[in-house]
């Protein structure tokens, strides 16, 4: 008999929410069994999976859940998310694009999301809910912090560090040792 594959739910069905259910359907190995957003189940159904109430309800769903995803953009939001599903006992997911590439000695935190077309290089470290997204780089040794967001097209040089909750938006580079600090945004281009 084949053992089941573990439940996921996602919090945040907006765009980011569905791009992460659209990799997970992608690569395989778990169940979507839906999404939890605070504009609640009035959404109906999105991608064809159930919108199964609003965050708050996680603990008292009424599907099997073993892991979370916390699609949710915001930096702070996501960090405060992450902190509350773990203290429900429930685990983080990590989603990987089936064409990202992602190398075999690169440190995936919990929770991290790798998308479409992006490249986390040898030795890289991205912390617990940490995203790069579409087409993003984080080359070797770059370290994304917990909760940091690096974004579309954005690019980290090698050794390049960004710090919890900070966000690298669309385009930005950031050159070979730079840093930046916690909760920082950098602009486009």
Same mark, same amino acid.
């Given at each position: ?17 569905? =791009?992460?259910?659209? =990799? ?8 979507? =069994? ?10 109906? /159904? ?15 769903? /009424? !599907? ?67 995203? !790069? ?42 050159? =070979? ?7 920082? !945004?950098?602009?486009?281009?």
């Amino acid at each position: 008999m084949t053992p089941a594959l573990p439940s996921v739910v996602i919090i945040g069905a907006g765009g980011f929410g569905r =791009a992460v259910a659209d =990799a997970l359907g992608l690569a395989g190995g778990v169940v979507v =069994a839906g999404f939890l957003d605070d504009r609640g189940s009035d959404l109906g /159904r999105v991608l064809g999976l159930p919108v199964l109430g609003c965050i708050a309800d996680l603990p008292q769903l /009424r !599907v099997p859940c073993d892991r979370v995803v916390v699609a949710i953009g915001d930096n702070h939001r996501r960090a405060e998310l992450a902190a509350w599903v773990l203290e429900q006992g429930l685990a983080l997911q990590t989603v990987v694009h089936p064409r990202a590439i992602v190398s075999a000695h690169a440190v995936l935190g919990s929770g991290a999301m790798v998308m479409a077309g992006a490249v986390v290089g040898t030795e890289a470290h991205l912390g617990r809910c940490a995203i !790069v997204n579409a087409g993003a780089v984080a080359d070797h040794h770059a370290q994304v912090g917990d909760c940091a967001h690096l974004g579309v097209g954005a690019l980290m040089a090698g050794g390049s560090r960004l710090g919890q909750r900070a966000w690298l938006q669309e385009g930005a580079v950031l050159r =070979a040792g730079q840093q930046v600090p916690d909760g920082t !945004v950098v602009a486009r281009g």
